[in-house]
């Protein structure tokens, strides 16, 4: 009796460890497709790099300090500011740097977040594109930057 229950029980096993290769297969099938797909979005004909800069650069509106800390202005505006980096927090891509610019008698600092492939050292003078992101916890302007000069 024992025989006959372990018997059927192996049996149940091994045809679920088999099913389970003709599920994995059929898992691959939609992997190649969508690698088809991934193919296709690359030929896909969109406007080159330096057409968006350039875009980017003529939609850009001065971004004044004052109108941006009182919160006149609206998020994701596109902007541009000129001055010099006066601190980096965090280098490289993805890291946070402060531009201090000029305006009328005083000083505006804004927080600026790289996502531009330029590297930025302190005392550099940048203009800066990018979109206006609200303040940061310190209460800084900040700009999500694509392009950095």
Request: charged residues 30%; negative net charge.
């Amino acid at each position: 009796m024992k025989k006959l229950f372990y018997i059927g029980a192996l049996s149940a096993l091994l045809l679920i460890a088999c099913g389970e290769e003709e599920a994995a297969l059929k898992e691959e099938a939609p992997v190649s497709e969508e690698k088809d797909t991934t193919d296709k979005v690359a030929e896909t004909k969109g406007p080159s790099q330096e057409e968006l800069n350039e875009k980017m650069r003529s939609e850009a509106v001065e971004l004044d300090f004052v109108k941006a800390n009182g919160g006149e202005i609206e998020q994701d505006t596109k902007v541009t500011i000129s001055g010099k980096v006066t601190n980096i927090t965090e280098e490289g891509v993805g890291g946070t740097f402060t531009v201090t610019t000029k305006e009328g008698d005083g000083y505006g600092m804004f927080s600026v977040k790289n996502f531009a492939l330029k590297d930025v050292t302190v005392d550099s003078e940048v203009t800066v594109y990018g979109v206006f992101d609200g303040k940061d916890e310190l209460g800084f302007p900040t700009i999500n930057a694509t392009i950095i000069e």
